[in-house]
């Protein structure tokens, strides 16, 4: 089973995107390890006299539905393709000789290199520049919806769907996204008790990723590699505001 670009499993979306295109305003990752952490919280006290009779004491805990969700992927950059779409394609946007767009003589994309296709722009960008998108990227906010790189896609192997059923009839694996979320519609299956589910279980590889936000990344630009750049992303699984 390949990835949807052939190469890559892991994909981090830079924000503001409107559809589930894993290849369309993302950054594919060359993982090498992704390490999954999830952190429960129970408050928990010890009953007093609890044991004074039985000869055991006991411990009461508080299971408040409180978990800590982190992700940690390391891997290297190397030149990339990546396709960018923004809120406006307008050919004045690419014009780097005006301050100001509205200024510009730019009326078609003839004169974009690389031109605009189906509202999208296909670019290479060197290790250097893919690093330091993420960096500026990880540096801004919500309110730069561009720069709010808000999901994390980790594409695994999967037989069973959403309804713990074999996707597919040879029972031959697909790929989806790593999730958190459970099997089964609201109050029903593995989501027994849980009436207002928060997510669904993915039944496609362009399903939603884990949402959240970048809380570090770092890179070393080594000279002795000069192919690769190495890099460290910790992620947060949240619900942003």
């Known amino acids: 089973m390949t990835s949807p670009d052939g190469t890559h499993y892991v994909f981090l979306r830079?924000?503001?995107?409107?559809?589930?295109?894993?290849?369309?305003?993302?950054?594919?990752?060359?993982?090498?390890?992704?390490?999954?952490?999830?952190?429960?919280?129970?408050?928990?006290?010890?009953?007093?006299?609890s044991g004074m009779f039985s000869g055991e004491s006991r411990t009461v805990a508080f299971n408040m539905g409180m978990s800590s969700k982190q992700i940690s992927v390391q891997g290297v950059i190397t030149d990339t393709t990546i396709i960018r779409r923004f809120n406006s394609m307008n050919p004045k946007n690419f014009d780097k000789s005006e301050s100001n767009p509205s200024e510009s003589s730019f009326n078609d994309d003839t004169v974009l290199n690389p031109p605009i296709v189906n509202e999208t722009i296909t670019i290479d960008m060197t290790?250097?520049?893919?690093a330091q998108l993420?960096?500026?990227?990880?540096?801004?906010?919500?309110?730069?919806?561009?720069?709010?790189?808000?999901?994390?896609?980790?594409?695994?192997?999967?037989?069973?769907?959403?309804?713990?059923?074999?996707?597919?009839?040879?029972?031959?694996?697909?790929?989806?996204?790593?999730?958190?979320a459970a099997r089964g519609y609201n109050d029903t299956l593995d989501n027994q008790g849980a009436t207002l589910a928060l997510s669904d279980f993915p039944d496609s590889a362009t399903d939603t990723g884990l949402n959240g936000f970048v809380q570090s990344f770092s890179c070393d630009f080594n000279a002795e590699e000069p192919a690769a750049i190495s890099f460290q992303l910790e992620f947060i699984v949240a619900m942003t505001v």
């Open 14 to 49: 830079l924000g503001a995107s409107e559809d589930n295109d894993v290849q369309v305003n993302t950054i594919p990752l060359k993982a090498e390890t992704v390490s999954i952490s999830t952190t429960k919280t129970i408050p928990s006290f010890d009953v007093p006299f």
């Open 134 to 180: 993420i960096h500026s990227n990880t540096d801004g906010t919500a309110l730069q919806q561009m720069q709010n790189m808000n999901q994390l896609i980790i594409l695994i192997d999967s037989k069973v769907d959403s309804r713990y059923q074999y996707r597919n009839s040879d029972r031959s694996t697909s790929l989806i996204p790593f999730t958190f």
């Open 127 to 130: 290790k250097e520049e893919i």
